[in-house]
Each structure stands twice: as structure tokens, then as C-alpha cells.
């Protein structure tokens, strides 16, 4: 394994990190003013993530800074390519930030209204665009010789099943966020979450398996690594495994195990995808030369052993005091004095 | 070696086309307002914060109960600070690759990593410690309330360290080689050491870092002012005003003196064709003068200022008679827009000298009569510091920036190169008109709330914050254990 595939690695793990964290902050934001009736109740699921949203917010930005410095022509390809993407989800996110901070600093219900729906429509506009995302990467892009995305149009990002997939991480992320919800609340709360789950896990369940044999049936290459590399199948079977143990522990009521069951789904989901993308980190949909592969995109040995030493250095830090904020931030919703 | 960026030739200098609205132009638009913006706020994070952990240590020595209530009243305005921080933070770092594409791909193996790492170590320390900060202010005792206010601060200093380095590489490059490869030129890394330590980045840190507490300290030292005037708050005001009075006045003295000296000496030894375009000057002379407000007339290639007569001379190169390089001496196409800069540096300068006389004066006053019954006059200068404070500092970026072009990497990339070949005029136009119009509801709302917090002042204190409070992070979890284990959580039920 090369210091190239080691940072690929590290990558898909922070990515896979970021949708796992903020993947049920979104998803709670999807469910906020639909789960919760009355103010009180919408206090509550807020401050669900109220402690800990910005910190799952900050892995993507660490995930943006490795691919500068990994992978900078990718960083530069994507990011420049699909500008307007990238608009929106800055808008996006920069709205959710502003609707957090500001639902609860007025009592009128018309401002509160207000921030619920832009936190809300946020929410759904970032695990869309996700989603559509993955779409693109798994489709390939049209990459030219220098490393630049020629884009006809904004509108052939939304391809049917890019846009197919980002309904489909809009479900996930829906599973996600009402099994975090449900382990976080209770009362009546709890309980109007709890009979939506099944709902959400099953539609879940058809878009992914509709997805898998959408992604099998297509010539997108991405089916090649399991085939000429058996072993990489133990990504989407542990994921199979980790959604059963899932569906046992909702049934059992066991509502952190199940919540650490979809958290388990998503990341391998997203390291599934990987290694079937992989060698390749981009690939051209106009010619497969100009395709970007892990070896070839990667910053160089020098860089990259700096950097693993800053992640050396870094990473554990980063583990434990996520683990330890996400501790003491565990159990029941409490509102107090201080609560958004 | 030698793989050079010509840039597109007339478009790039000083020609007729240089404001003509292209994706170049108008990107360095967008990038100048998302910056000037954001950068309103990590100075406070740093600043206020380290006020806020002098408070925080003032209560655990002397368990004087108001900086207890300091610390409660202020870390409301540090919390919404730091999500204004985050939330604009991030469009930089996604701006790099949007706009500067080519930029990105040349010097992504040096200046992402300064970026990546900077992310990795710095971000998740404030973001993860800032939780514990935000939330757990009434649930700490006063050991553990320093330990965390501690760690956010130095996670935000750390933070600023690398991003300062990474900007300090790009006045100051080293420690690299340029390579052809497949996408074209890049920048590898041939020595880190020498990447982190460029000329400009102890100078630079430390003027930064400066600049920032006077920030904060101007913060402190405006709101106690405000309830001063409105006679609110006494007791809080008092002793915050006292505190904060004397922490700007003895910075405002060593930045100008110190640290915005050494920035200004480095500036002369590394980047002399931004030092001529700071001071305006156009000739090659001896006993250059210092200028202190002007116009540049860039057509007529004059300078009309006063300033005092051969103080540059003195200051840059310690003699009066040295001669101070002017830009008749570099090549036209290597100019900055000359007279932008020279404004924005002297409104650096002049607020720079103004502020250790506000703090002289109102140090001075306060002294004399003993906190009570300042004159109106005063509690208005003290009020508009931190305003003042801000315009200085982003002056100062402006200096920096502005004073680079026309390079993006200094001497090795000129920014006409760096732009992404992908944008059209319209996608810049439209994104552009989208964060003016953002960042403008943004500006409302961060003001409307900052004022909210300021009229609704400190909070009366209870007595439970003096007792029983965790003091380390061993009596932290176990409470949070114990909580857990009797399935009752030790807070109050108290809706807003």
C-alpha cells in the first residue's frame, strides 16, 4: 500500500466521518418541524445537536483541507467543475448556521416559524446535493486533459441517477436522523418519532437496493473492483450485516445500539462506494486517459509524510475529544438556561 | 526548476482592462469581501479570549464572584462570534478551488497541507472544546471553566498560526521546487521546516496576534464604556472597563512600537515594491519622508501627502540619508494598484498611533478619578475602539493583500494566472452578488443579536456557582456518570 492509497484511506474515513456526524444533524433538520408539534418539542429536537453540530460540522472542512493537500488537482478539478454545486452548498450551510443561532433569540412565533423552515429546507438542500454528488463521482465527470470539468450546463450535474441518489441519501439520512432523535428524546416526543422509523427504514431500504442494482446494471466501472479484488466484497457484507443488526436492535428497543447500527450502515456504505471507485478518484467522462487515480493526483512522498505525521500527531486528539464531547452531551435532551 | 507563469500579458499589469469585469476581476472581488468579512471575527475569538481566560484565572485566585459573572455574560457574545467565524470560514476554504483553481493545483502540495493541517489540529480542538465552553458555562467549576476557556483560546490562536504561515508562504516562498508534471507546473515541498518558517511569518503572527487582543480588549473596553454611559451595571462595568483599559493601552503601545515596526522592517527587507506602493513613492530617493494622509495620483504618477520628512529613511534602514527604493526601480507590470494601498496602510497607520493616545488619555482620566464620573466624552472615544480596532486590522489585510498583487505566490505566480479557466463572468457575477447579499443578512442579524446581548447585560449570580461545581475533567465524567447511573441528570428544567 502507498502513502497515496494510505491518504485515500484516511479520506474516505473522514468523509465517511462527516456523513455519519452530520449525517443525523441533517437528518434531524429534515424531521424538526415535521416530528415536532409544538415549540417546546422543537426546543428539544434542536438541542438534540445544539452542542455538538458545529464540531461534526468541522470534519468537512478538515475532509476539504486533506483532498487540497492530498489531492489537489481533484480538489481543484471538483471544486472549480462544479462551482454552483458548491454555491449551494456553502448557502446551504451558512443558512443552517444562521437558522441554529437565531430560531430562539425572539419568542414571536413568526420568527420561529421562519428559521424552522430554513433550517428545514437547508437540511434537505445538503442531503441532496450529498447525494447527487456521490451521483457524479460514481457516473464520472467530463474531465479534460489539463484537470478542468467542462460542464455544458449546471443541468448535466442532474442526471437521473445522480438525482436518484441524492433521494436516496435524503431516506438515509431521514433513518439516520430519527434514530438519533429517538434515543435522544422521550415521552410523546419520542414515541411519534419511533412509528416513523419503520417507514423511513424501509423506504431507505428500496432506494439503496434500487441504487445497487441501478449501479450494477450500468457501465460505470464501478463493479470492476469487486470482481477483480473478491476481498473489497467485505465492505458492502459487513454493511448488509451492520443494517441487519440495525433492524434487530429497532425491533428490540434498543435505541443507542440501533442509532450506532445506521451510523455503521452509512460509513461502510460510503467506504463501499470508495473501493469501488478505486483506483480511481475521478473518472473522465471524456476520455479515460485523463482519468484521475489515486497515484496520479496525489501530492507527493514529501507532502504526504508531513502531512501523515500532522495526522499522527493529530487524529487521536481529534477521536478523543469528539468521543468525549459526544459523552458528556450523551442521554436525554434537557432544556436549561443556556439551550438554543 | 523553471517552469515560470507568464500570466496573460496586458490584463495582467496595469493596462485598461484591468477593471474590466472578467471571472479574474471580479473572483478577487468576491474573494476580498468573503475574507474582509470573515476576518471580522476570528480577532475577537483570539481577543475576547483571552480576556475571557484572564477573568476566568481572576476568579479561580481571588473567587471574586463578578468574574464569575464575566465570564457568564461574555462567552454569550464569544459564542456567536465564533458561529459567525465558522459559518464564513468555511466559504475560504472552499474558495481556494472554486475561483483559483490553478492556484490549487500549483501550490496545493505546500499550501494545502498548511491548510489540511491546520483543520486536523486547530478547528476540531475549538470546535470540539467550544461545546464544552458554550454549554457547560453554569455546570463548571472555576478550575474546569479555565481549563476549557484555555483550550478554546489556544485552539483559535493555533488555529490562526497555520493560516498565517500558509498566507506568510505566499508573501514569502521557500522551501519548494517547481515541477511539470501531468496537470501541469506544481509547487512540491523540498523542505517543510523552511515552508513554516518563511521571513514574514514570526512578524506576521506576532502583529496579528496583537492586533487581535487589542481587539478584544477594545470590546471589553467599548461595552463597559456603554453601560458606563448609561449608568447600568456598575459593579460589572467597573471592574471590566478597569481591566480592559489597561490591557489595550499597553498593547496599542507595543504594536506600534514593537510588533508594527518589525512587520513594517520585514516588509522593507522582502517585498520592496509593496513598501514603495505603501508609502506612495514613486522615485528612488534619500531621506524619504513618512508620510501620514495623501492621494496618489497613479495617472500623473505623484504623491500629494504630508507626512514628516525623512522618518521613512529612518525607520526602514535606521539612517536618514538611506535611500529608499521607489517603483521607478521594478518593472511597471510588477506594480500594485499604488494608491488603494497607500490608503488602506495609512489608515493602519494613523488609527495605530491614535490608539495609545485614547488609551494614555483614558488611562490617564481613569486613574485620576478613580472610575467614578468619567466625562461623557471619553465614555464615547472608549466606545468606538473596537470599531476603530477592526477597520485598522482589515486595513492591514488590505495592506498585505492588496499590497501583493500582482502576484498570488509572490515573484512566482501572478493572480491572472491563478483563476479557474472554468468560470464564466456571469457565474462570478451571480456568486458574487449572492455573498454580497448573504453576507449582508448576515452583518443584520450578527448586529441585531450582538445588541440584544449587550442591552440584556450580565446575568445577577446564583450560589451554586462557587461550590460544587466539577474542577477537572475526572470530576466532569463522574458526575456525568453518577447522573447517568441514577438516571437523573443534576440540572433544572429551566425553559428560556
Request: glycine share 8%.
Amino acid at each position: 500500500m502507498s502513502l497515496a492509497d494510505l491518504w485515500f484511506v484516511l479520506f474516505v474515513a473522514i468523509i465517511g466521518g462527516y456523513i455519519v456526524l452530520d449525517g443525523f444533524d441533517l437528518g434531524v433538520g429534515m424531521l424538526h418541524p415535521f416530528a415536532a408539534k409544538e415549540d417546546r418539542e422543537r426546543r428539544i429536537v434542536l438541542n438534540s445537536i445544539g452542542p455538538i453540530w458545529d464540531g461534526n460540522e468541522v470534519w468537512l472542512v478538515v475532509g476539504g483541507g486533506v483532498l487540497f493537500a492530498a489531492f489537489p488537482v481533484v480538489y481543484a478539478a471538483v471544486f472549480s467543475g462544479f462551482y454552483w454545486a458548491l454555491m449551494l452548498v456553502l448557502i446551504a450551510l451558512i443558512l443552517r448556521t444562521v437558522a441554529i443561532e437565531f430560531r430562539g433569540k425572539r419568542e414571536s412565533s413568526r420568527w420561529r416559524g421562519l428559521w424552522d423552515t430554513v433550517f428545514s429546507a437547508s437540511s434537505f438542500g445538503l442531503a441532496l446535493l450529498l447525494g447527487v454528488a456521490f451521483g457524479n463521482v460514481i457516473i464520472g465527470i467530463p474531465l479534460d486533459k489539463n484537470g478542468d470539468v467542462r460542464l455544458d450546463s449546471v443541468l448535466d450535474v442532474l442526471q437521473p441517477f445522480a438525482l436518484f441518489l441524492g433521494a436516496t441519501t435524503i431516506a438515509m439520512l431521514l433513518m439516520h436522523g430519527s434514530l438519533y432523535l429517538v434515543a435522544k428524546t422521550e415521552g410523546d416526543l419520542q414515541a411519534r418519532i419511533r412509528r416513523r422509523v419503520p417507514l423511513f427504514i424501509s423506504v431507505f431500504t428500496l432506494m439503496a437496493a434500487a441504487s445497487a442494482v441501478w449501479i450494477a446494471v450500468s457501465d460505470y466501472g464501478v463493479i470492476d473492483t469487486f470482481t477483480d479484488h473478491p476481498w473489497t466484497l467485505v465492505f458492502p457484507i459487513a454493511a448488509l450485516v451492520a443494517y441487519l443488526v440495525m433492524i434487530v436492535m429497532v425491533r428490540g428497543g434498543s435505541d443507542v445500539l440501533a442509532f450506532f447500527g445506521s451510523s455503521t450502515v452509512l460509513f461502510l456504505s460510503v467506504a463501499t462506494i470508495s473501493a469501488g471507485l478505486f483506483p480511481n478518484m475521478l473518472k473522465s467522462s471524456t476520455n479515460p486517459a485523463y482519468n484521475m487515480t489515486v497515484s496520479n493526483a496525489s501530492a507527493d512522498s514529501y507532502t504526504l509524510t508531513v502531512m501523515l505525521v500532522v495526522a499522527i500527531i493529530g487524529i487521536p486528539f481529534v477521536l478523543l475529544y469528539t468521543a468525549g464531547v459526544q459523552y458528556l452531551f450523551s442521554g436525554k435532551v434537557r432544556l436549561t438556561e443556556s439551550s438554543y | 526548476m523553471g517552469v515560470g507563469f507568464g500570466g496573460n500579458g496586458g490584463r495582467v499589469g496595469r493596462g485598461t482592462g484591468r477593471k474590466s469585469l472578467n471571472p479574474e476581476f471580479l473572483s478577487r472581488l468576491q474573494f476580498a469581501l468573503t475574507i474582509s468579512f470573515h476576518f471580522i471575527f476570528p480577532p475577537i475569538s483570539m481577543g475576547l479570549g483571552i480576556m475571557m481566560v484572564w477573568m476566568a484565572w481572576k476568579h479561580v485566585r481571588t473567587g471574586d464572584p463578578v468574574w464569575r459573572q464575566a465570564s457568564l455574560f461574555w462567552v454569550k457574545v464569544y459564542g456567536l462570534v465564533f458561529a459567525m467565524g465558522i459559518a464564513t470560514g468555511v466559504v475560504q476554504e472552499f474558495q481556494f478551488g472554486m475561483n483559483w483553481s490553478q492556484y490549487s493545483r500549483f501550490v496545493g502540495n505546500v499550501f494545502g497541507s498548511l491548510l489540511a493541517a491546520e483543520g486536523i489540529f486547530a478547528f476540531m480542538l475549538e470546535g470540539g472544546f467550544l461545546g464544552l465552553m458554550l454549554f457547560g458555562g453554569d455546570r463548571l467549576g472555576s478550575r474546569m471553566w479555565l481549563a476549557a476557556t484555555v483550550l478554546v483560546v489556544f485552539g483559535a490562536h493555533f488555529s490562526a498560526l497555520w493560516i498565517l504561515m500558509a498566507n506568510s508562504w505566499m508573501q514569502t516562498p521557500q522551501g519548494f521546487e517547481q515541477h511539470a508534471g501531468q496537470w501541469g507546473p506544481q509547487a512540491f515541498m523540498t523542505n517543510f521546516g523552511s515552508v513554516v518558517n518563511t521571513p514574514s511569518f514570526l512578524p506576521r503572527l506576532l502583529h496579528v496576534y496583537v492586533a487581535s487582543w487589542m481587539i478584544g480588549s477594545a470590546l471589553v473596553l467599548s461595552v463597559s464604556a456603554w453601560y458606563l454611559l448609561r449608568n447600568r451595571h456598575r459593579e460589572f462595568a467597573t471592574r471590566n472597563f478597569s481591566a480592559a483599559i489597561k490591557v489595550f493601552t499597553v498593547l496599542a503601545i507595543l504594536q506600534v512600537f514593537i510588533f508594527g515596526a518589525q512587520m513594517a522592517i520585514e516588509v522593507t527587507k522582502n517585498q520592496e515594491p509593496k513598501l514603495a506602493a505603501m508609502e506612495g513613492n514613486w522615485k528612488t530617493q534619500t531621506c524619504a519622508p513618512l508620510y501620514l494622509v495623501g492621494w496618489v495620483d497613479e495617472s500623473a504618477r505623484q504623491t500629494y501627502a504630508i507626512g514628516v520628512p525623512c522618518l521613512l529613511s529612518f525607520l526602514s534602514y535606521g539612517s536618514f540619508d538611506a535611500a529608499v527604493p521607489g517603483l521607478d526601480k521594478f518593472p511597471e507590470k510588477n506594480w500594485a494598484p499604488v494608491n488603494l494601498v497607500f490608503q488602506a496602510y495609512h489608515v493602519m497607520i494613523d488609527l495605530g498611533f491614535l490608539f495609545p493616545l485614547i488609551g494614555v488619555v483614558a488611562w490617564f482620566v481613569w486613574w485620576r478619578r478613580k472610575g467614578e464620573r468619567l466625562p461623557r466624552w471619553l465614555l464615547w472615544v472608549s466606545i468606538s475602539t473596537v470599531f476603530l480596532a477592526e477597520v485598522a486590522t482589515i486595513a492591514g489585510w488590505w495592506t498585505a493583500e492588496i499590497g501583493r498583487q500582482p502576484w498570488v505566490v509572490w515573484n512566482i505566480m501572478r493572480t491572472s494566472a491563478a483563476v479557474s479557466p472554468t468560470l464564466g463572468t456571469g457565474d462570478v457575477l451571480l456568486s458574487l452578488i449572492t455573498f454580497a447579499l448573504l453576507y449582508a443578512l448576515l452583518l443584520v442579524l450578527f448586529l441585531f443579536l450582538l445588541d440584544r446581548k449587550i442591552k440584556h447585560g450580565p446575568e445577577a449570580l446564583e450560589e451554586r456557582y462557587q461550590t460544587d461545581l466539577p474542577n477537572t475533567f475526572r470530576e466532569l465524567f463522574r458526575q456525568r456518570a453518577q447522573a447517568r447511573a441514577s438516571g437523573d441528570l443534576e440540572l433544572e428544567d429551566v425553559p428560556r
